[in-house]
């Protein structure tokens, strides 16, 4: 309730676009699900929207109507003053009755058509009341789970790192093991082992790895050294 609070505040008196004319609001929901209730004030809201467009259309065409009325009227006006010419009253009479009646539609559209904006105003923002709230809880969630996987993500570099040495360890000493056994019992005996080892190319490549691993890890030194001492020199000058 105090977000809530905090986001009717914080829109309060603003100028709030019509949500579902704009295509900005309809992208958030490739990112995120409409809820029931949202589903239910978007149908909602462009259900008034196409009643204020259908009543200004109809009262357009209704402000037509009575005026080729009045036309009517005017122009069969001399010819209804003889009372002998029921042809002529006729039509002023209908013409009138017809008057009446769409002077009786315009109201009734009109004073429905002075409450619409405030209920689009008032359903617009309900409707931007709870994206604001789906949509801070999605980042919420959204953040809570990037901590999450981060964390995972650290874990698993410092466990990669681990093995990878582990298993650079375990390279050498095979070669190791090997290079000794070939160089005590011969080649010949070797063949009897179903392991084979390009010794010289072996070795070389495991020297290449430690003597790069010994080389990152000066580097990493050194770096922390430099922001060491760069901290050092600013709080001196501080």
């Given at each position: ?63 037509k ?41 315009m109201e ?47 874990e ?8 990878i ?10 070669v ?14 070797m063949?009897?082992?179903d ?44």
């Amino acid at each position: 309730m105090a977000k809530e609070g905090k986001f009717h505040d914080a829109i309060n008196g603003r100028k709030i676009p019509i949500l579902t004319l704009d295509n900005k609001w309809h992208k958030l929901f490739t990112q995120a699900e409409e809820s029931k209730e949202m589903e239910k004030l978007e149908k909602k809201l462009n259900e008034l929207i196409a009643r204020q467009g259908k009543l200004n259309s109809e009262l357009k065409d209704l402000k037509k109507i009575k005026q080729d009325l009045m036309n009517g009227i005017v122009a069969n006006m001399s010819a209804a003053q003889d009372e002998n010419n029921h042809k002529a009253n006729k039509i002023v009479d209908e013409s009138k009755r017809l008057i009446d009646e769409t002077n009786e539609k315009m109201e009734g559209y009109e004073d429905e058509l002075l409450d619409l904006p405030r209920m689009i105003q008032d359903t617009n923002k309900e409707l931007m009341l709870l994206t604001m709230e789906e949509c801070y809880a999605l980042l919420k969630d959204n953040t809570k789970d990037i901590i999450a996987i981060g964390k995972w993500i650290k874990e698993m570099r410092v466990e990669l790192k681990r093995r990878i040495l582990k298993k650079q360890h375990m390279e050498i000493v095979n070669v190791e093991i090997y290079s000794w056994l070939q160089d005590i019992f011969g080649p010949e005996v070797m063949d009897m082992f179903d392991i084979e080892y390009d010794i010289e190319a072996q070795r070389n490549d495991l020297l290449a790895k430690r003597e790069a691993m010994l080389e990152e890890k000066e580097r990493q030194k050194s770096e922390q050294s430099r922001g060491g001492t760069a901290q050092n020199t600013e709080l001196k000058e501080q």
